[in-house]
Nanobody, 124 residues
Framework: QVQLVESGGGLVQAGDSLRLSCAAS????????MGWFRQAPGKERDIVAA????????LYADSVKGRFTISRDNAKNTVYLQMNSLKPEDTAIYYC?????????????????WGQGTQVTVSS
């Protein structure tokens, strides 16, 4: 089992930055690929970014490329999502997820463990 707790969400203005954190506990964190997903009201939960076990392999949704950066610190059992140049369309609940595998995936159902989510609201 892996327990995930997100933090760092909030209300910001367009153009601002936020950094989300996801603290993991339970089984060995460093062997899990991790992902950030988001879900806006009335929409599906979609991939934002993912990172492999080593931190060297990453992927991003097209809508956030060049603005968001995913990273991890295996010594702290934490994964981060640095979000810059935020837009109103980034408003959503952001979820941290862990795979039972070291390799990354875009697929929501490839992830086995989920956090409770943190709200990000970007005003125009």
């Amino acid at each position: 089992q892996v327990q995930l707790v997100e933090s760092g969400g909030g209300l910001v203005q367009a153009g601002d930055s936020l950094r989300l954190s996801c603290a993991a506990s339970g089984r060995t964190f460093s062997s899990n690929a991790m992902g950030w997903f988001r879900q806006a009201p009335g929409k599906e939960r979609d991939i934002v970014a993912a990172i492999d076990w080593s931190g060297t392999g990453t992927l991003y949704a097209d809508s956030v490329k060049g603005r968001f950066t995913i990273s991890r610190d295996n010594a702290k059992n934490t994964v981060y999502l640095q979000m810059n140049s935020l837009k109103p369309e980034d408003t959503a609940i952001y979820y941290c997820a862990a795979r039972g595998s070291a390799s990354i995936s875009r697929a929501r159902d490839a992830y086995d463990y989920w956090g409770q989510g943190t709200q990000v609201t970007v005003s125009s």
